[in-house]
């Protein structure tokens, strides 16, 4: 008589706690290895409690004949760590890694606003007088790429926008870079 759905779904939810109840121990090790390369900032708490995390999708997702056999904490440790990794990158680093601000350094004098106008039209006239030596679809790219309605450029969108594929968007935006920036080392 073939098992029901519902007592195959307790069957692998139990597999799949009793895989994460046996191996609660790999996540110290491997939260406190990476908090000893962090600033203090990081907490290691938080780091452990992204392990838990990066556990159960390990326990999610291990299937043995689809990782050559491997064995689960094999496995589990490197999506530990890889999701203990992700969870620091997607937090804002830069701010994390700063001084608080009444340990930070009197800023320099800003220039003035007018040297700032003044400085960033010299660049674009210089670029601008730079444009015959690229092609067509180096100066779209370039256009959309860097446009002002653009708020986060994307190359795949600008390759998108200009119908081409994002690779060809891309090697047309880097070789358009380093024309302008042989020229302008000149």
Not at 6 to 16: F, L, W, Y
Not at 56 to 81: D, N, Q, T, W
């Amino acid at each position: 008589m073939p098992i029901s759905v519902g007592k195959r779904r307790s069957r692998v939810q139990a597999e799949r706690n009793a895989l994460i109840e046996e191996n609660l121990k790999l996540i110290p090790p491997i939260a406190l290895r990476i908090h000893e390369k962090l600033p203090p900032s990081f907490e290691t708490d938080d780091l452990i409690s992204e392990g838990y995390f990066g556990l159960m999708r390990a326990a999610k997702r291990y299937r043995p004949r689809e990782h050559g056999g491997v064995p689960f904490p094999v496995y589990a440790r490197k999506v530990i760590h890889f999701t203990i990794l992700s969870s620091i990158r997607r937090r804002n680093y830069v701010d994390a890694t700063h001084s608080p601000l009444d340990q930070a350094p009197e800023p320099a004098e800003a220039p003035l606003e007018m040297e700032v106008v003044i400085d960033h039209q010299d660049q674009l006239e210089c670029i601008r007088g730079l444009r015959d030596l690229l092609t067509a679809e180096q100066c779209a790219i370039l256009d959309v790429y860097y446009s002002s309605a653009s708020p986060s450029p994307n190359l795949a969108e600008t390759g998108k926008k200009l119908g081409i594929p994002k690779w060809r968007a891309t090697l047309a935006h880097a070789s358009a870079l380093a024309i302008l920036r042989s020229q302008l080392a000149a």
